[in-house]
């Protein structure tokens, strides 16, 4: 049960890591570019990356909390309790994240890859961006927490 604990959570933490390099790469980088550009570039610029984006990304933040849950529940059930307090931390970060991004993220995905599709650009398009960015320094945070307590699963196995 080791090597299948281990194995889910590095399945988990190498996922995760995805997600925790694109949101440090918009937290780090596209957030001050985003600010120099004007609205409609801006928009068009996020708008597309959101039309790719939204379409890559999903199964890699799936396989990254069901494979932390897995290791979480195989861990607990083979008597790894540290592995499963960790692996639990992971899952509820990512939970966090996961409601934080359906509530303030998506909409403003939606509305500017509708706005990247259609070439017409949102009066309130800086807004939109603001609020995106209003919570990308806690996404980052979250999957950090999640990283961190996937190395810990790893280790304490």
Do not use: C, E
Request: charged share 10%; proline share 3%; aromatic share 6%.
């Amino acid at each position: 049960m080791t090597t299948l604990i281990q194995v889910l959570a590095v399945l988990a933490l190498v996922t995760n890591a995805v997600v925790y390099g694109t949101d440090a790469f918009a937290a780090l980088i596209a957030r001050s570019v985003n600010a120099r550009l004007d609205d409609a570039t801006m928009t068009l610029s996020a708008g597309w990356g959101h039309y790719y984006a939204d379409a890559r990304m999903p199964p890699v933040g799936i396989t990254g909390l069901v494979s932390a849950l897995a290791a979480a529940v195989v861990a607990g059930l083979s008597g790894y309790l540290v592995s499963a307090g960790a692996a639990a931390v992971a899952v509820v970060a990512l939970v966090v994240w996961l409601a934080l991004y359906a509530r303030i993220a998506k909409p403003v995905n939606t509305a500017q890859k509708a706005a990247a599709v259609s070439g017409v650009i949102p009066d309130n398009a800086r807004a939109l961006q603001q609020r995106w960015d209003s919570i990308i320094f806690p996404r980052v945070g979250l999957q950090a927490i999640a990283l961190v307590a996937l190395a810990v699963v790893i280790a304490a196995v």
